[in-house]
Each structure stands twice: as C-alpha cells, then as structure tokens.
C-alpha cells in the first residue's frame, strides 16, 4: 500500500452550475470528481441572490495535485464568484495507491 | 486568488437535532453551513439510543476561525453528547477568497 | 472539551460493495462510519469498469485512529483495487471529546 499527498478541493454552490465546473475540473486535470445534493445556508447566498434560509446546493470534491488544484480554485473564484454564490476551499489528504489520480497516468 | 487557513467544523447526529444545531452555528459566528443525509452506523448510537443497525442521520459543516470552531464544538460536546447520538470533528482548510466567512465581514 | 487527534478514512465506489466495506471497517476497529450517495466520475471508473459519464455510487468515512486507517486501507487496495472502481485517502483530524472512538473504549 502507498499513500500520496494530494489535495482535496471542495467547491459548494447553487446547482445550477455544479455540473460545468466539474466538467471544467475534468479538462483542467482532475482524473474524477464526485457531487452531492447538500442545503446550504450562507450570508453569500442571502446577500448575493437574495435567498434567504435554507436553499438546495451541491457539493462538489476532486482528489488532485496542487497545480491542479490551483487552476481548478483560480477558475472557480474568476468566473463564478462574483455573480454565484460559491465557495471553494482545499484540504491535504492522503491518497491510497494514488497513481492514477495524476493526470500524467490518466 | 488567495488562500485563507480556517476551520471545518464536522457534526455528524441525529437528524431531530442537527438543524437546531446548524442555527445555532450561525448565532456563534459561521457565516454559513452546508447540511446533508447520510447513513450511519456506531457504537454511540448502538449504546446511547438503542438504535442497531444502520440509522438514518445528518451531517453538518461549517467553515469557520478557530475561535468560532471551538465554541461549536463546546455547545455540541456541552448541550447534546449526553443525550444524542452525537460526534463533532474539526480540520484545516485553506478557503479561497475567503474574507466573506469571517464573522467581522458578514 | 477535548480534541484527539485521529484520522478520517473516506472510501469513494460502486454502491455494490460500500456496504460490505462499512462492515468490514467495523471488524477492524471502527466504532462507526457514515455512508452517503454521491455522483461519481473518473477514469478509474471509465477504465475499469466501462462505466461513462456519471455513475451512482456511495462515500464512506470511518474516524479511526491510525493502526485502523492502514487496516482499512490495506483491505480496500488489496481487496477491491483491482477489479472495482473504489479509491480511498485519510486526512488529519481533530475529534471532540473523542475518547468513544478507539475500538479499546468501545
């Protein structure tokens, strides 16, 4: 068994436009993503789209290297957060046998 | 793009519970939460609740400092572990553009 | 309030065999687990499996200490790696009051 150390990025917003930035993540280099209904509460949603309480979003989580995990967070902040309410935030994590999670093995 | 160190604050619980919980987080200073169905199965809830076998439950997070971390982690550890089903866990992340779930920014 | 330092093990894959690893994961030492359906896509998958596009498939997580994590981890590489479209990482966390999840406690 080997352990690599990756990065854990995980991107929640209106589901709306979940599906293109896991798409986006896909072509910048993750080798896979999952995505998961969640409710959200946030001052962003209710100050940015006026959704007040609980609202139906997605939780969307990739295991990629750093750069990738740059580019994938560089995308997301750029085109989504000033018009969506999204947040993104990243994690170290330890990949078991995590060759394949490299885009140079894909 | 910058990268702020902040907190994610894991509850995971019976559902009666976890939305009182999730409010209560905002009243301690999260900006926002995210709240989702899963399965779960422990000894906690095999011994406190009489549940055997897998029960439905909920987990929750919040994306929070260190200060507003431990303080919902005493109201969960302080007001529900002796009578719920209950566990609560912290871990680093780094959120992207993060200014918005500092509590002064709300 | 107390903070242990454990791990938290999340296993991605085919639903069919998630439930027989949670239970597995018990044998060897969890005191519990949660399981959660997600959208999956990967190459893993897409190889493997023959599997396009997005598939229906379950995250499980265990907070075990470390000895357990390897177990874990060890069962799932050696066990599923090679024919199922399953992957595994841990990452570091921090449990409240966390004395409940060491298999000597339980």
Same sequence: chains 1, 2, 3.
Avoid: C
Avoid at 18 to 46: F, N
């Amino acid at each position: 068994m080997q352990l690599y150390p990756l990065k854990l990025v995980t991107v929640v917003g209106e589901s709306i436009v979940m599906h293109d930035i896991a798409q986006r993540g896909l072509k910048l280099g993750a080798s896979g993503y999952t995505l998961a209904e969640v409710i959200g509460e946030g001052s962003r949603s209710a100050r940015n789209v006026g959704v007040s309480g609980e609202a139906k979003t997605m939780k969307l989580e990739f295991i990629v290297p750093m750069d990738v995990a740059v580019k994938i967070s560089l995308h997301v902040s750029t085109d989504y957060f000033e018009h969506y309410a999204i947040m993104a935030w990243m994690s170290d994590v330890h990949v078991v046998r995590g060759q394949s999670y490299y885009p140079d093995s894909k």
